[in-house]
């Protein structure tokens, strides 16, 4: 049985470990899809993890906007979304036996998944590349991606 206590309790270098694996992982579903979703001829969204090398290898600059906060914002605000499976892991950690020393951890396993060498790595990739600082909003978001994109 699968203890999500342990889950949020993990070390920063077991997080990072897990989220590389499993990204490696998905990006090989993500492809297969991508491929059999790209016969309709829709336009296609796709948020992903996938590593900018792999990127590179299937798609082009045009098809591909990467989105990159500093890492005191990825950190800090990384629970204040109402996205349910992050969520779900505030309550788990809320609601452990030590949820302060388990959010610290926690909060330095976010804070080695998006360390400077991995921020510098999409921000480097040659990509296009939007940062989201405090003052971003979802609609200045949204107006550079549509722009990037030629969907304006």
Not at 17 to 39: F, H, K, M, P, V
Not at 116 to 133: M, Q
């Amino acid at each position: 049985m699968f203890y999500w206590r342990e889950f949020v309790s993990r070390s920063p270098e077991e997080y990072v470990a897990w989220l590389d694996g499993t990204s490696r992982e998905a990006a090989q579903l993500e492809i297969i899809q991508l491929l059999r979703l790209s016969q309709s001829g829709k336009k296609i969204f796709v948020d992903t993890n996938t590593a900018p090398e792999r990127l590179k290898q299937i798609s082009s600059w045009d098809h591909v906007a990467i989105l990159l906060s500093p890492q005191s914002l990825s950190v800090e605000r990384f629970f204040d979304r109402p996205d349910a499976e992050k969520q779900f892991l505030y309550r788990q950690i809320m609601e452990g036996p030590e949820p302060e020393k388990t959010m610290e951890n926690f909060r330095a396993c976010i804070a080695l998944a998006n360390s400077i060498e991995r921020y510098e790595a999409f921000a480097g990739s040659g990509f296009f590349t939007h940062l989201r600082t405090e003052e971003s909003t979802i609609e200045g978001t949204l107006a550079a991606l549509e722009a990037h994109f030629g969907l304006c």
